[in-house]
Nanobody, 128 residues
Framework: QVQLVESGGGLVQAGGSLRLSCAAS????????MGWFRQAPGKEREFVAA???????????YYTDSVKGRFTISRDNAKNTVYLQMNSLKPDDTAVYYC??????????????????WGQGTQVTVSS
């Protein structure tokens, strides 16, 4: 069982930055791949970014096209935490952001159903 708690959301002007954090419980955090998703009002939850477990000496990362070059996902296994650095924010980035964890390598990282655990979400609002 993994519990996830997001933090770092808030209100920011367009062009600004925020860093989201997701703290995970448990001693096996390093064995989980982690993802960030977001859900805007009236829309389905959508993939934002994911980071795998360590394979050799590197992690693999994945991003949806709309955030490439602006968002960066990272993780600190010693702190059981995954981060989402968001720069050059746009009003279209406004949503509730969710952290998710998966233990299996099967299934697409982009698919919500591939994740086993979810946090409660943190609101990000970008004003124009």
């Amino acid at each position: 069982q993994v519990q996830l708690v997001e933090s770092g959301g808030g209100l920011v002007q367009a062009g600004g930055s925020l860093r989201l954090s997701c703290a995970a419980s448990g001693r096996t955090f390093s064995r989980y791949a982690m993802g960030w998703f977001r859900q805007a009002p009236g829309k389905e939850r959508e993939f934002v970014a994911a980071i795998t477990w360590l394979a050799g000496s590197t992690y693999s990362t994945y991003y949806t096209d709309s955030v490439k070059g602006r968002f960066t996902i990272s993780r600190d296994n010693a702190k059981n935490t995954v981060y989402l650095q968001m720069n050059s924010l746009k009003p279209d980035d406004t949503a509730v952001y969710y952290c998710a964890a998966r233990s299996s390598s099967r299934g697409s990282y982009y698919y919500t159903g591939s994740y086993d655990y979810w946090g409660q979400g943190t609101q990000v609002t970008v004003s124009s």
